[in-house]
């Protein structure tokens, strides 16, 4: 038996979904950060070092190798942003937020879905219970009227009745225990989660 707690709890620890938002909001976290240091004063500092040489011959290129050094400094400092630089910083403090929101939104979709999943599960179970009972007992009340019939008690009409209950009532029998499986793996594959043995399911 899956109570609503757990559910909610299995399905925000083993859902792709959760990790995904976790993975969005790092992203997003990391948007702002890098555009609060995009725009300012910046450099770049290249080197290298190395030999070259020319001749006419191939044999002749590796002899008498000449030094190569190069060393490039650039700065950077804009001048005049005019704006751009606190508008790129808002623009990803905004999907910063829309991430945010909808994170929150998927994680409380994900505990709807797992708590109304053990709800549906509890309410398949309890259905399964009554339309067995219900099936045993028209299964009695037929045996009990065709008793009768065999020694003249009721009439022909009167057994057709209690043979068409007892139909109906192994129909809704099947119904109910269809429902019960449904819910069942509704739950799991809401949770990733099989309370049975109680672990995660991984594919």
Do not use: C, M
């Not at 757990?6 to 859902?15: D, I, M, Y």
């Amino acid at each position: 038996e899956a109570d609503t707690a757990r559910a909610v709890a299995e399905a925000l620890k083993n859902r792709a979904a959760v990790t995904a938002v976790a993975l969005d909001d790092v992203q997003a976290r990391r948007s702002v950060a890098e555009a609060r240091l995009r725009s300012g004063a910046g450099a770049t500092v290249q080197a290298s070092y190395g030999f070259n040489a020319t001749a006419p011959e191939a044999s002749l290129a590796y002899q008498n190798l000449l030094e190569a050094r190069r060393f490039t400094l650039s700065v950077q400092v804009p001048l005049w942003q005019w704006g751009a630089h606190h508008e790129g910083v808002r623009a990803a403090e905004a999907d910063r937020e829309r991430v945010t929101n909808l994170s929150d939104a998927t994680l409380a979709q994900v505990g709807h879905d797992a708590r109304f999943a053990a709800l549906a599960l509890a309410q398949a179970r309890r259905t399964a219970l009554l339309v067995a009972k219900a099936d045993s007992v028209a299964a009695k009340r037929f045996e009990v009227a065709y008793n009768r019939y065999v020694i003249g008690r009721i009439t022909i009409d009167n057994l057709y009745i209690a043979q068409a209950e007892k139909d109906q009532a192994l129909v809704e029998y099947v119904r109910g225990l269809r429902g019960y499986w449904t819910a069942l793996y509704r739950l799991r594959g809401v949770t990733l989660f099989d309370f049975a043995a109680g672990r995660p399911i991984r594919g």
